[in-house]
């Protein structure tokens, strides 16, 4: 290989590149890189039978059933009613839209325990809706409910943020294009305005779904912490470390971490095809 | 631009009523059930949760961990968006990816890698304990997994927007003889400065609040490792409820500080992006 016309970096007339770009490396190294590849090489000192059987204990499976279910049921709440939202946000003038649309983002600026402690408040059997809920028979504290609503309650940002962006370009010639030439309502939504926004709300989705499976201080007060029925992964993980289990903790952790890094990629996938089909449609 | 006005009557009043009974019950439901909790037994108890010196402790050290973090976490943005944008380099890409790792990783999985570093069978556990250094379960843990979950936060808003600009400026301070220094203080940084803020206010809130990835490094050392997020729980789990909601109300104060400072900071930004591009289409 011809090394010769190969160089790191680019001359410029600006100074400090080193100082800046070493000072990142050193820091990104010593706060992220090395504690990171510190819990792959703990993964590595496990022999392979050890590691199989504690992430395939009944105990653990149950908590990736609940973990992944209720992510899963959550995720799907939210890009329905979260795309009413966005498109109410998006299309509709009415009084007080500014500071809705400012408090859809609550959840990420209410620390994780405050929302918490308040959810279960509401939802418990003397809560304000959980009193509701009681005469019908459900119990949505300390049930796999409480952890569904726990994690509708942290991803709604995700899906309503990114499905604006994507309405406010929806253009309305083409939906009254559709209805000019005779669409119903439901046909323009389905045919025109649904194929438009999918990509968007599948990356929100998937970003709602990937925080939801490492969520964990929303749902420990609200889901009642039961081994086998409702002890989601992020604290089987806790109750390994604080019976000085480490190993048992690494393996489901990495279980865990591995299947975020898929969704991850999922998402790159989507905002990949989403910026495709868009940079089409302008052109 | 409003394309909404032509959708018929009914479905507007639907979809609004629609939104405004999901956020209700979602968002604003949560947020004033802490404030009610909170005053359920009157003001003087309110007051006087504020008055134990575990809480006063949980919040002095919640304050000193956002003060070391936030400041870490803004030299570190600075230095990288610097070295990103302004120059061309092999990998750059990859340094981008690697800088947003932290937000794929759960907050207990965070807290986890650095027991595994430091905790008493980790990596650095028997040189640490030989050297009567305590990192896990002391308040250096709560730190570095503050700086870690907290990583991303001002960099990621720094880096698109000073690669958006693009280093004509700098080229024409430095030709005019400024020095590095007096070009970052004079040139780039007036021109992020609003970005930077708001990557400021959104880790500094992150920092305050962060519950998983600190209870795992903690401890749970009542006045000593506590920050407040984790003395919440501990007063909840106690069934003291008054004190939990209004530790926890001062915490809800916060994140509505924050999203008020969030959408003023959005809205200038908003308008300086569009300041620019009136300013450029008249020079072209």
Redesign the interface.
């Known amino acids: 290989m011809n090394m010769k016309g190969w160089r790191?970096?680019?001359s410029?007339?600006?100074?400090?590149?080193g100082?800046?770009?070493g000072?990142?490396?050193l820091?990104?190294s010593m706060?992220?890189?090395?504690?990171?590849s510190?819990?792959f090489?703990?993964t590595a000192t496990i022999s392979w039978p050890r590691f199989w059987q504690t992430v395939t204990d009944p105990r653990a499976i149950a908590s990736y059933k609940l973990t992944f279910g209720a992510a899963f049921a959550g995720a799907i709440v939210k890009a329905i009613?979260g795309f009413?939202?966005a498109?109410?946000?998006?299309?509709?003038?009415?009084r007080g839209r500014?500071i809705?649309d400012?408090?859809?983002?609550?959840?990420?600026?209410?620390?994780?325990?405050?929302?918490g402690?308040?959810?279960t408040?509401?939802y418990a059997q003397n809560g304000?809706?959980g009193r509701l809920l009681e005469p019908f028979g459900i119990k949505a504290a300390f049930s796999p409910l409480g952890v569904a609503i726990a994690l509708?309650?942290i991803g709604?940002p995700f899906v309503v943020r990114t499905l604006q962006p994507a309405i406010e370009d929806?253009d309305?010639g083409v939906?009254?294009a559709a209805m000019t030439l005779g669409a119903s309502?439901f046909q323009t939504f389905r045919q025109v305005i649904l194929p438009f926004i999918l990509p968007a709300s599948l990356t929100g989705f998937a970003m709602a779904f990937?925080r939801a499976?490492?969520?964990?201080?929303s749902v420990?007060?609200i889901s009642g912490n039961m081994p086998m029925r409702t002890e989601i992964s992020?604290?089987l993980?806790?109750a390994k470390?604080e019976q000085?289990d480490?190993p048992g903790?690494?393996s489901i952790?990495i279980v865990?971490?591995v299947s975020?890094?898929l969704m991850?990629f999922t998402i790159n996938l989507l905002q990949w095809w989403f910026s495709r089909r868009l940079g089409k449609g302008t052109a | 631009m409003q394309a909404g006005h032509r959708d018929p009557r009914w479905l507007r009043v639907l979809l609004i009523s629609v939104t405004l009974l999901f956020l209700g019950l979602f968002l604003f439901l949560p947020l004033i059930t802490v404030f009610l909790e909170a005053l359920r037994k009157g003001l003087g108890a309110y007051f006087a949760s504020f008055n134990d010196p575990a809480a006063r402790s949980a919040i002095f050290l919640t304050l000193l961990t956002a003060g070391i973090s936030v400041p870490c976490n803004l030299v570190f943005g600075l230095a990288a968006s610097w070295a990103i944008a302004k120059f061309d380099f092999k990998g750059k890409n990859i340094l981008i990816t690697l800088i947003d790792l932290p937000f794929a990783v759960s907050p207990v999985i965070s807290g986890l890698i650095f027991v595994l570093m430091f905790g008493a069978q980790g990596w650095f556990g028997p040189w640490l304990t030989a050297h009567n250094l305590h990192i896990i379960f002391a308040v250096p843990g709560i730190v570095l997994a503050t700086i870690f979950i907290t990583f991303p936060f001002v960099a990621r808003e720094i880096i698109p927007l000073m690669q958006e600009q693009d280093t004509d400026e700098e080229y024409a301070a430095i030709s005019l003889g400024a020095s590095g220094w007096q070009t970052f203080w004079r040139v780039t940084l007036p021109n992020v400065k609003w970005a930077l803020l708001y990557g400021v206010v959104l880790c500094n809130a992150r920092a305050m609040g962060e519950f998983g990835a600190v209870s795992v490094v903690s401890g749970h050392i009542r006045g000593k490792t506590n920050t407040m997020p984790l003395h919440v729980e501990i007063l909840y789990n106690e069934y003291n409820f008054v004190a939990a909601f209004a530790v926890a109300s001062l915490l809800a104060l916060l994140a509505l500080v924050t999203l008020a400072a969030k959408t003023a900071l959005e809205a200038r930004m908003r308008s300086t992006s569009h300041a620019l591009e009136t300013v450029e289409e008249t020079l072209v």
């Open positions: 790191f970096k680019r410029s007339i600006l100074p400090g590149f100082l800046t770009l000072l990142s490396v820091y990104l706060i992220v890189l090395i504690p990171l510190g819990l090489l703990k009613f009413v939202v498109w109410t946000l998006v299309r509709y003038p009415f500014r809705l400012a408090v859809v983002d609550l959840p990420f600026a209410l620390p994780t325990a405050v929302s402690i308040a959810l408040a509401l304000w809706i509708t309650f709604l929806l309305s939906e009254e309502r990937a499976l490492g969520e964990y201080g420990v007060f992020s604290l993980i806790i470390l000085y480490y903790a690494t952790a865990m971490l975020s890094f991850l």
